[in-house]
Every structure is written in structure tokens, then in C-alpha cells.
DNA sequence: TATGTCTGATTGTCAGATAATCTAGTCAGG
DNA sequence: CCTGACTAGATTATCTGACAATCAGACATA
């Protein structure tokens, strides 16, 4: 049976502050309302305002000044992976479904990419250097971290933000079977990269989306 | 120059109630001590030790319930992706890009939508009774409504969770649009809606995805 | 002008109390 | 012996009120 609770008043509270950040079109650094005039605002202590407060400041979406008052934050995503990386283990999403979401995303984002190399050679740069530094990556973490980086800079050659957030998000339940890749798998990795970027830069679309995909369901291998 | 500030209590004891559930192996549903007990031993308040507690279950990592105490939580996409609708590139983001945004997500779905209606009859039933209510709506807002859960119900039926929530996330953006539609634009809608499950029953994908991919570039007009 | 100081505003932390809710055990009735 | 209602204790949820720590800006002084 599913659970009834009766909605918490912090829950519903955050809610209203992410809310109103929107609705008064606040920016990172922007004011926000005192504590005590917040909690007047939603009709609540101030306690349960601040654990309201700051559970958003938790994530990043406040930050809060002794003496100065709150202000809308900049979301890390980093402070964000770093807690999340840390429960690998209460994660729950099916391998499977993360791996086939990847290949939608990064893939689907393909032509957007190719079509913009034409005009911003910058993006072929930055690619390649990507590429280039994989293979000088002498140990896990760091070819783990570029691997990272690649797939992020690809989602953001498409120009389309909300497919890298998105693409951020996915990273953080991945991670766990980064970990688990091998010697073998890395130059493999290594090998994939160079190829996608290499038909991209002819055009070839279609060949570097199966290359692609191909690399991405590589995971399945391992899980 | 980066600001110095006394590292905050919350934060530390956020991080020690992290390690604790590491070293003592603990899995989700796995009871934590009271409030009072870890109050107590890290040597703070209730108080304090609460807000720290409430951050992370802010974010899923343990969970709390009255009369019961505090346990070890599961992380879920979905409930992530709602607060990181803060996430920058989303807050500022331009209409073209969501659009091609969904259309990636929506069209790259199909394939796994076609191959699960071979299995599951109930896929096509819930698809067909959409566009039956579709035809009967009357006002604009009923269909809004509707179009938003036939597009839902597209990405559930593919089976991938994580495409449901961020394509929740999407529609939250791009509901200023929907209420520029006009009468032949809902006309268009509900025959395109009908002709996609057509093609995706019959598994001819590359059509359903052609008029999939139109119905929703047909948004590009009204902005 | 430059520098040190004061002051009001704001968040940080605490203590103590009451309400709401759940778990586990108790006990009556069959 | 079993089942259901009920009670008691434990635990979190929320509130009130208070004081400490910190900061930005005004103000006075040289």
C-alpha cells in the first residue's frame, strides 16, 4: 500500500521559495526576504522555515550570510556529486534504463553538433584536445574524469543546455559503473572517442552516431 | 579572493552522519540512531543536528518519519530533477532549444516504445483511449491537459524512467507555449496524436517518428 | 581622504515544551 | 489458539523565545 502522509510543511515550504525565485525572475546573487519575514510570509516559525532554507542551500540553490541575509545560489553540480557519489549504493535506477537514456540524449545530439562544427571551429578544437589528453591519461581517475568531460562537452556542442543538465544529472547515477572499467575497456574508450569525433568533422553523421552508441552500450558488458 | 568563512555546523555534522552510514555499512530502510542520540554525540543541539538531517533528506539519502526515527533513504531521479529545474542553462532557456530538446527526447523514445507494444497490448489501449478523449475535448484547457499526458504517456511507455522525469522537467518550461495554440493548431494536434500511434502499431517507427517530430516543430511557428 | 568604531540587521545556535504519529505489546472476545 | 481494538512509550514535527556571532554601512575622528 502506498504510504499517506500528510505533506511536510518544509517540503511544501521549499516548494514556495523555489516558487517565488522563479516568479520574481531572481537571479544568482539576487536578495532574497529575511528569514523572519519569510516565515510571516508562508505563515510558519522560522525554525521550519530555516529547514526549509536550508536544505535549498544544501544543493545550492540559496546561499545564506551570517549578517547578511540569503541569497539565490549558483547549483554546483560537483557539491552535488561529490554527496551523491558517496551512497553509490542507495542509488536506485535501473543500469539498463540509464544506459539506453544515455544513448538517446548523446546520440539525438549528434546532428546538432555536426552542424554547428561547420560554422565554430572551436568545437572540433576542443574536442580533439579532449581526445589527446585521454590517451597521455595514465591512471583510472583521471581517465575517468576526461571521459566525463568528453561526453559533457559533446552534449554541449549541440547547444541545446537542457540536454547537458540533463546529461549532468545521468553522469551522477552512472558513476558506479565507471569504476569498474578496465584496462582494456580504456583503450578501447580511447579508440571510440577519436572515431566519433573524426566522422563528425566529415559529416558522417549516421557512422558517428553508431560508433556512439556502440561505446555507450559498451557498459552493458559490465553490469 | 576566496572568502574564508567558519565551516558550518550543519555541514560537518552532514558529513559525519554521510560517514557514519559508510562505516557501519548500512543500506537503505537501515535505522540510524534517534536525533537526541546523535544530537549527543556529536556534541551539538537537536536543533542543529535536525537541520543537517533535513538536508539530506532533502536530497534522498536518508528519510524521516514521525514516531518512527530516521532511516537510510533510496536516491530518485525524479525527485532530484524537480529541484535541479534550477539548474542555470534551464532557467534561461530558449524556446528553440527545447523544442529540438524534446523533440530528441520524444523521437529517440519511439523505438523502445514500438518494440514494448508488441508485448504489452496495454501500451496501445492507454495510447488509443487518449486520443479518443482528445477528439471529445471541448476546451482548450482539457486539451492542454490532454496533450500533456498522451506526450507522457509516449515516454512511459518506452519503459524509461529517467526520460519521464526530464521530460517533466521540459513541460514545465514549455507550458507558456501550449496556451498559445489555436483552433486548427488543436485540429492538427489530435490527427497527428492519431497518426502516430497508428505508424507505431503497425512498427513502421521511422514514420511515427517523422510525425512525431513534426507535431512538435510545429510549436517553432508560435514563438 | 583615510581609518577606526559603533550600531542595527540578519543569520547561527541553543533550550525547553507541546502536538502528532508510529510501533509494539496487552488484553478481551471468539 | 487466533484476531482485533486499545493503550503506552518512543520518536519526530513544530513552535516560542532567547542570546551569540557576524556583517554592511553610517558615523566620527584624525
Redesign the pocket.
Known amino acids: 500500500m502506498q504510504?499517506?502522509?500528510?505533506p511536510?510543511?518544509?517540503d511544501q515550504v521549499a516548494g514556495q521559495i523555489q516558487k517565488y525565485i522563479v516568479d520574481q525572475k531572481l537571479g544568482p546573487g539576487d536578495r532574497?526576504?529575511?528569514?523572519?519575514?519569510?516565515?510571516e510570509t508562508f505563515?510558519?516559525?522560522?525554525?521550519?522555515?530555516?529547514?526549509a532554507?536550508?536544505s535549498l542551500?544544501f544543493i545550492g540553490i540559496v546561499e545564506?550570510?551570517?549578517?547578511?541575509?540569503?541569497t539565490v545560489g549558483r547549483i554546483d553540480m560537483e557539491r552535488l556529486t561529490e554527496h551523491l557519489a558517496f551512497h553509490a549504493g542507495l542509488l536506485e535506477a535501473d543500469p539498463q534504463q540509464l544506459i539506453d537514456s544515455r544513448v538517446i540524449l548523446e546520440t539525438g545530439a549528434l546532428p546538432h553538433v555536426a552542424r554547428r562544427m561547420k560554422d565554430d571551429s572551436a568545437i572540433d578544437t576542443r574536442l580533439r584536445e579532449l581526445v589527446d589528453q585521454f590517451r597521455s591519461a595514465r591512471d583510472l581517475k583521471t581517465w575517468i574524469e576526461l571521459d566525463i568531460q568528453f561526453h559533457r562537452s559533446l552534449l554541449d556542442a549541440s547547444g541545446l543546455q537542457p540536454l547537458v543538465a540533463f546529461g549532468d544529472l545521468l553522469h551522477i547515477f552512472f558513476q558506479r559503473f565507471r569504476e569498474s572499467v578496465n584496462k582494456a575497456g580504456w583503450k578501447a574508450g580511447v579508440e571510440s572517442h577519436q572515431l566519433i569525433v573524426d566522422e563528425l568533422v566529415k559529416g558522417r553523421v549516421a557512422a558517428a552516431t553508431a560508433e556512439l552508441r556502440k561505446h555507450i552500450e559498451s557498459h552493458k558488458e559490465r553490469i
Open positions: 504510504t499517506l502522509r500528510r511536510k510543511v518544509r532574497l526576504p529575511t528569514e523572519t519575514q519569510l516565515a505563515g510558519i516559525s522560522r525554525l521550519s522555515l530555516r529547514e532554507t536550508k542551500e545564506s550570510k551570517t549578517g547578511v541575509g540569503l
